[in-house]
């Protein structure tokens, strides 16, 4: 990813930060010169110094196949918007986008042993619906052999992470009170969510 050095995320406790509050990401990986991409949800597991990326896709997706032992990279997005240059005080200036975004890269290897797997999506239960964990329990051995029959489970161990907070840090401070203003007036939730991460961002700054 091209990080301008203003905008690049230094610490790695807030880069995973940002993985787990927005861990609906992208898979890609490369095969044959074709790029292939998946859009799953993630459990990002902290294991001492090392980070695992866990998800499952279905059997039938062509991306599978291509999958165990291959090297690849998610995309996790945050929050992003659309920024007028009519918050700028010099009339030479152009719209840009501000965003926040992480990308992981590592190998992936499918999750052959049958325990790992239940165990696997026990984990993302707990990790987007606890109270789901007691009706799932009452599935019966036969829905549970059949659903996981057709798909498999997949971790990811984590080599690198690039992250980037494009948040108008080339602006001037009246200027960035204009844009978090006017973000946060509009009817977009993507935009009020950016008016809010700025704000973290700079009470983080001010520490």
């Known amino acids: 990813m091209y990080i301008p050095k203003r905008f690049n995320i230094t610490e790695e406790s807030?880069?995973?930060?940002?993985?787990?509050?927005?861990?609906?990401a992208c898979l890609v990986t490369q095969h044959m010169g074709r790029s292939m991409a998946t859009h799953l949800?993630?459990?990002?597991?902290?294991?001492?110094?090392?980070?695992?990326?866990?998800?499952?896709?279905?059997k039938a997706n062509e991306q599978l196949a291509h999958l165990d032992g291959k090297d690849c990279m998610v995309i996790f997005?945050?929050?992003?918007?659309?920024?007028?240059?009519?918050?700028?005080?010099?009339?030479?200036?152009v719209p840009t986008w501000d965003y926040v975004?992480?990308?992981?890269?590592?190998?992936?290897?499918?999750?052959?042993?049958?325990?790992?797997?239940?165990?696997?999506?026990e984990a993302m239960i707990?990790?987007?619906?606890?109270?789901?964990?007691?009706q799932w329990e009452t599935l019966s051995a036969s829905f549970k052999?059949?659903?996981?029959?057709?798909?498999?489970?997949?971790?990811?161990?984590?080599?690198?992470?690039?992250?980037?907070?494009?948040?108008?840090?080339?602006?001037?401070?009246?200027?960035?009170?204009?844009?978090?203003g006017s973000l946060s007036n509009s009817s977009s939730s993507e935009d009020r969510a950016l008016a809010d991460y700025m704000r973290a961002y700079k009470q983080r700054e001010d520490i």
């Open 14 to 24: 807030i880069k995973i930060s940002l993985m787990k509050s927005q861990s609906f």
């Open 41 to 58: 949800p993630f459990v990002i597991e902290e294991q001492g110094e090392r980070l695992y990326l866990v998800s499952h896709m279905a």
């Open 77 to 93: 997005t945050g929050p992003h918007a659309y920024i007028s240059a009519q918050h700028y005080d010099k009339i030479e200036s």
């Open 101 to 121: 975004a992480v990308h992981a890269y590592g190998k992936a290897n499918v999750i052959h042993d049958p325990i790992d797997k239940v165990a696997s999506l």
């Open 126 to 134: 707990q990790s987007y619906e606890p109270a789901y964990q007691k």
């Open 145 to 180: 052999a059949g659903m996981l029959k057709g798909l498999e489970a997949f971790r990811i161990e984590v080599a690198e992470l690039q992250g980037q907070e494009k948040l108008s840090q080339n602006k001037t401070s009246a200027e960035k009170d204009r844009i978090v």
